[in-house]
């Protein structure tokens, strides 16, 4: 899709200079790469309303290519836009000068030298009419994208011809499309906001910008840090809340009828065995099982801190000490055992020689009285 459109530019101030004619010569900014708007009506877009606002990417390559920058070269300049593009018929009655020789790259603007020849349109740049656009044909083809700085565009600007560069009140591609102008004195201040470098009219006014913004950017500093700290504060809060939540159903689980008996039994056992390794005096007021353990071992093993091991340590010393008392019980059991089965037998071989007839006791009673029968005249 091949359009004529009229376009606009950028300055920077500099000087001008006046011929011996009168004439105006004065360098300017004339066009410029990157997004500018036009209206849907400007790129003939029959399905969209007239009015709809179209972003066009001006690529680099298009804007500073050889053919593209030749094409400014003796380019009619005007005072506003003609109705049509400047040709044969109409160049009388709209041209005021024109460009002088082929444009040249001024970062991202195109660079152009003007020849103002009209009186009129010279009284006009003196009294500030200042702003440039350019009339030319170009190819705008649908393309959308993004820029690297974050902006959407539909069409892509390609094949950019010059016709005509116009004095204008207001250019598309902002304030800046302007002449060169003497007046300000040095180049214009830059500054840069979130990566993308702009000029301000003066110092004093990039200051003030420059100022607000850094202020702006800690304001936002200050909002992220408070929302992240909140976050966090938040996030804790809910962990706190769910733990509670947990060690809940936990207890709850433990006053159930079944965790209060299976409980007491624990009580019980690990009283019962505590009794066993520290005695059967062993008292501990603690319903605490582990409370119950350590207080064993300190009664019995007072030369270590048990308060200092690990429930784990504890536990296995606890059991050792059980299993031990355990062996020495049953050891006694059965040291006594073998001494009653000794005495038993023992007062069995006695009852067994007082039933028996020849038995030694009987023997010796027999003796004795034998003896005194015969002591006393008896016959035998």
């Known amino acids: 899709m091949r359009i004529l459109l009229l376009d606009r530019a950028t300055f920077k101030p500099t000087s001008r200079e006046y011929t011996d004619e009168g004439y105006l010569r004065v360098p300017g900014r004339v066009a410029r790469t990157g997004i500018q708007q036009y209206l849907a009506r400007d790129l003939g877009l029959s399905d969209r309303a007239p009015t709809d606002v179209i972003n066009v990417y001006r690529p680099p390559e298009e804007v500073f290519s050889a053919d593209s920058l030749a094409s400014y070269a003796?380019?009619?300049?005007?005072?506003?836009?003609?109705?049509?593009?400047?040709n044969a018929d109409n160049f009388k009655r709209v041209a005021i000068g024109h460009v002088s020789g082929p444009a040249t790259q001024d970062g991202d603007y195109v660079l152009a030298?003007?020849?103002?020849?009209?009186?009129q349109a010279i009284k006009d740049v003196e009294s500030g009419k200042v702003e440039l656009s350019a009339g030319y044909e170009a190819e705008y083809i649908h393309e959308p994208g993004v820029t690297k700085d974050g902006q959407k565009y539909e069409f892509v600007q390609r094949d950019i011809r010059i016709n005509h560069v116009a004095?204008?009140?207001?250019?598309r591609a902002g304030n800046r499309a302007k002449l060169f102008d003497n007046k300000p004195e040095g180049?214009?201040?830059?500054?840069?906001?979130?990566?993308r470098t702009v000029e301000v009219a003066d110092s004093s006014t990039a200051t003030l910008?420059?100022?607000?913004?850094?202020?702006?950017?800690?304001?936002?500093?200050?909002?992220?840090?408070?929302?992240?700290?909140m976050e966090k504060k938040h996030d804790k809060a809910q962990a706190e809340k769910d733990m509670a939540e947990e060690e809940l159903e936990k207890e709850k689980k433990k006053s159930g009828d079944s965790a209060i008996s299976d409980r007491l039994a624990e009580i019980v056992s690990v009283t019962a065995d505590a009794k066993l390794i520290a005695g059967k005096d062993f008292i501990c007021d603690s319903v605490d099982t582990m409370v119950i353990?350590?207080?064993?071992?300190?009664d019995t093993r007072n030369s270590r801190d048990w308060s200092k091991e690990s429930d784990v340590y504890v536990t296995a010393a606890f059991d050792m000490a059980k299993e031990?008392?355990?062996?020495?019980?049953?050891?006694e059991d059965k040291e006594k055992k073998k001494a009653k089965d000794s005495l038993d037998g023992l007062a069995k071989d006695m009852t067994k020689d007082t039933?028996?007839?020849?038995s030694p006791r009987n023997k010796f009673t027999d003796g004795i009285v034998g003896g005194w029968r015969k002591t006393v005249g008896e016959d035998e």
């Open 209 to 229: 910008i420059t100022d607000i913004f850094d202020r702006k950017n800690k304001e936002i500093s200050t909002l992220t840090a408070d929302m992240e700290e």
């Open 293 to 298: 353990r350590r207080k064993a071992m300190t």
């Open 355 to 358: 039933m028996t007839e020849k």
């Open 113 to 119: 030298s003007l020849v103002i020849k009209d009186a």
């Open 167 to 171: 004095l204008v009140d207001k250019a």
């Open 187 to 195: 180049v214009m201040p830059l500054i840069t906001l979130d990566g």
């Open 324 to 331: 031990a008392k355990e062996k020495e019980a049953e050891d």
């Open 74 to 86: 003796d380019a009619d300049a005007c005072n506003d836009h003609p109705d049509t593009m400047v």
